[in-house]
């Protein structure tokens, strides 16, 4: 069955530290992966995408993202995190359906909280 | 940057009634999509449509429901007879094509009392 699993629930850390928010993934095709991040009372922002080539994919403010196949994962990191980055992120996969399109099955989040 | 566009913002809603949602996706996108999240929750794909029909829907989306895209602007996602398990947030999405990411509106959170 496709899933996505995030196994933190929650992380706290300090600002100006690294950070390293997990996913794994279940799917038995080639993976369509995202992050997406939500900030309260807003709707999801697309942190950063794999489709193929390089495992190592650069997104929005600062974050990249590393895929492994052989681990089923694609992690999410940041090397020096700030106060705004405090919000909810959230690992997907896309699923291919009828007529090209893809529905998104989320992992359950992870809400990170930045100490200052 | 285009953006999606959800109103309103907040329904509250009697049990039984009808809702509509609306959704304005970004103009030149093809697909569209429409999630829920019932809170403290995952979001759940509830349905995918393409081409003025639906390419595929989750097993929450039942008789229910349903999607229309009555112009070129517009998609709304109506809930007909509404239950108080229907309470959560639903939102948009659209993508220029199948394989492009998804881009979210706000939502809309529906309450039903």
């Known amino acids: 069955a496709q899933s996505v699993t995030q196994p933190d629930i929650h992380i706290t850390v300090s600002e100006g530290a690294s950070l390293e928010l997990r996913c794994n993934y279940s799917?038995?095709?080639?993976?369509?992966l995202f992050w997406y991040v939500q900030s309260p009372g807003q709707g999801l922002q697309l942190l950063l995408k794999y489709f193929s080539g390089d495992t190592l994919v650069q997104g929005i403010k600062g974050f990249e993202a590393e895929f492994k196949r052989s681990q089923s994962s694609f992690n999410l990191r940041k090397p020096s995190v700030h106060w705004s980055d405090a919000a909810e992120y959230f690992c997907a996969v896309g699923a291919g359906g009828a007529s090209g399109t893809y529905k998104y099955i989320f992992g359950t989040g992870t809400r990170l909280k930045v100490l200052a | 940057e285009p953006e999606v566009t959800q109103t309103p913002s907040h329904q509250v809603t009697q049990m039984g009634q009808e809702v509509i949602l609306r959704c304005v996706p970004i103009?030149?996108?093809?697909?569209f999509y429409w999630y829920r999240q019932i809170l403290g929750q995952k979001v759940e794909f509830l349905v995918s449509?393409?081409?003025?029909?639906?390419?595929?829907k989750s097993e929450i989306f039942d008789d229910q429901f349903s999607v229309e895209r009555p112009d070129g602007s517009n998609f709304t996602l109506k809930i007909r007879s509404t239950k108080l398990e229907d309470s959560a947030m639903y939102f948009c999405?659209?993508?220029?094509?199948?394989?492009?990411?998804?881009?979210f509106g706000d939502g809309t959170r529906l309450s039903i009392l």
């Open positions: 103009s030149n996108h093809l697909y």
């Open positions: 799917y038995g095709a080639t993976p369509y």
């Open positions: 449509f393409y081409n003025n029909e639906i390419s595929e």
């Open positions: 999405a659209s993508s220029r094509s199948g394989i492009q990411p998804q881009h």
